[in-house]
Structures are given as structure tokens and as C-alpha cells.
């Protein structure tokens, strides 16, 4: 494990014992920006959860962020990879390191469980989907073992853990959701604050036999010109869920593709990948800006509303 040991503090010694830098305002000024991001800077922390699912003596990969103690809500939140995984030689990737620092910032815990790289994956984009061997069930079964870690964790309140994820991890969203034994009710497993997903493939939810609850508030924010996970089968799942008075909400950009909120993202095909609507022709990766900034700020009003978030953030954006 290991975390940032410099704070605040540092920046102060190492001006004291510059004195160089003194005799030139710009270059303090250049210094004290770059001592500040290192000193608010957050480390992850490589934690192993207890994961019998996995096999004996197995155990699922997450990296675990906390908030300063001063900003810490009891709150914390379950984010879900695609199918990409978390990011390049096991560091975050833009999407997910700027999701993480909004959350934070407002003094919410991060646990990212890595689905993939425990089961020896870097990723599945370029996988058909017949050929997959990591199930969706798989990915839920991670979820449940990540929830019952993060309740016995010091600090954190039980009844304040959100469950967000993005495409791969969206559709993990959608089925840990609507996972139940065939009879009784959701397992506390399976309850959460909250629930968001990004763009999920709700292609299986669109069938009439399709589960009809779900067992948390559950927020879906896509874009209605998504080629690789179509919004019309999410627009059906959430239509049945409402009429059957189940609490969600759905939100359809105008024009945003697939990973819209993506703040280093860039506009492009991905002809490497063979699952999108239209087959064997790849699929529309691309940023937009607005649409990100609205997801974030209904996000935000949403949280606020559970009442997860303690500190005041000096910005919505992620």
C-alpha cells in the first residue's frame, strides 16, 4: 500500500530553503502550482479484497482512494471499468482519474475493483461477444464482494455507498441491480444510495421476460447517437421500470456518442471493435463537453439530495 505523505506543509519548506526562487516572482509563482498539486495529489492504495467467487485463497485487485479527513462524508463509491479496464500498466485513465477526483473533492470514498486484471485481462473491447469469458454475473459477483468490503471499512456509513459505472461496468450497474434469488426480495448486497450508469448495454433488458425491478435508485445518462451501446433498448428498460414505479431516471444527449464525458477523449472510429450496432464496421468513440458538464451537475444534485456530500466543492466539473 502506499499513499502521499507530503502535504501542505511541503510547499512552505522547500520555499523557506529556495531562496532563489524568492528573487524571481514567476518562477515562485510556477513552484508553488506545481508544490500544491503533489501536496493535494491522492495515491491510491492497492488493497485486496476477499473474493471466494474467484477460487480458494483468491482475492479481487482494487485500488482504494480517501478523501482528506477534513472533507470526509461517511460516503463512499463502487466505480466500474469498461471494458477497456482501468487504465494503462494499472494507472487510471482520464474518464476514471477525473470521476475520482470530483468525488473526492466532495468527500467520497473511491474503491476501483479490477475485474479484469485479477482474472489476468487487460481488456475485452476487441473480444466478440460469444467469445467473452468473463461474465456479467462474474463482474456482479466482484461488486458484492467489493460492497461487503467497503461496510467493514472505519468511517464509512453502510447506508451511503453508490454504485457507478461505465459501459462494461454500466451493464454490471444494470444486472448487480436486478440480481435477486429467484424468490424473496434484494439482498442488502445488492442496495445502494445510489446508482449511475454511463452508457450500459441494456440490450438484454429490452426483452418483455426482462426483470421488471430493481433494488436502488438507478440513474442512466447516455447518448442518443451511441452506436456502440444503443440508447433505444436503455429508453424501453427504463420506460417498463417507471411504469412498474420503480425509481429511475434516464437522460439522452442530443447527438453525444459514446464516451461523451471522456475529458481527454478525442473524436474517432474504433474499427477495432466488433460489437456495436453496426457490425464489423467499429464504433464512434467522442467527447462533449456539455454533455459531461450537465451529467456531472445532475450527479451532483443527486448526491447532494442523498445527502452524500459533506464538503463544498469549488467546482462541479470533472
Excluded at 97 to 116: C, Q, T, Y
Amino acid at each position: 500500500m502506499s499513499r502521499s505523505v507530503c502535504r501542505s506543509g511541503c510547499a512552505a519548506t522547500l520555499l523557506r530553503s529556495a531562496s532563489w526562487v524568492a528573487a524571481k516572482p514567476l518562477l515562485q509563482g510556477v513552484v508553488l502550482a506545481l508544490l500544491g498539486l503533489f501536496a493535494t495529489r491522492t495515491f491510491a492504495e492497492n488493497i485486496k479484497i476477499p473474493a471466494p467467487h474467484l477460487g480458494e485463497d483468491k482475492a479481487l485487485r482494487a485500488q482504494w482512494f480517501a478523501p482528506e479527513a477534513s472533507k470526509a462524508s461517511g460516503a463512499a463509491a463502487i466505480l466500474l471499468h469498461g471494458c477497456g479496464g482501468l487504465g494503462a500498466k494499472g494507472n487510471l485513465n482520464a474518464r476514471h482519474n477525473a470521476a475520482k477526483d470530483w468525488l473526492l473533492e466532495r468527500g467520497i470514498a473511491v474503491v476501483f475493483p479490477e475485474s479484469f486484471t485479477s482474472r489476468r485481462y487487460e481488456e475485452v473491447c476487441t473480444v466478440k461477444m460469444q467469445s467473452r469469458t468473463i461474465r456479467q454475473i462474474d463482474r456482479v459477483e466482484d461488486v458484492i464482494a467489493t460492497h461487503a468490503w467497503l461496510k467493514k471499512q472505519p468511517g464509512i456509513d453502510a447506508n451511503k455507498i453508490v454504485l457507478w459505472g461505465w459501459s462494461h461496468g454500466g451493464s454490471t450497474v444494470l444486472n448487480t441491480l436486478t440480481h435477486k434469488p429467484a424468490l424473496g426480495d434484494f439482498s442488502d448486497d445488492v442496495k445502494f444510495a445510489e446508482a449511475i450508469a454511463f452508457y450500459p448495454g441494456c440490450s438484454p433488458f429490452a426483452k418483455d421476460n426482462a426483470p421488471q425491478k430493481i433494488s436502488s435508485p438507478l440513474t442512466i445518462l447516455m447518448g442518443d447517437a451511441d452506436d456502440w451501446t444503443p440508447a433505444a433498448p436503455c429508453a424501453a428498460f427504463a420506460a417498463r421500470l417507471k411504469n412498474n414505479d420503480q425509481p429511475v431516471s434516464i437522460t439522452l444527449y442530443p447527438g453525444a456518442h459514446h464516451d461523451f464525458d471522456n475529458p481527454a477523449g478525442k473524436h474517432r472510429v474504433r474499427s477495432e471493435v466488433p460489437n456495436g450496432v453496426n457490425k464489423e464496421k467499429g464504433v464512434t468513440v467522442a467527447p462533449d463537453p456539455k454533455a459531461r458538464e450537465d451529467a456531472m451537475a445532475r450527479i451532483d444534485a443527486l448526491l447532494a439530495k442523498r445527502g452524500l456530500i459533506v464538503a463544498k466543492p469549488t467546482s462541479i466539473k470533472p
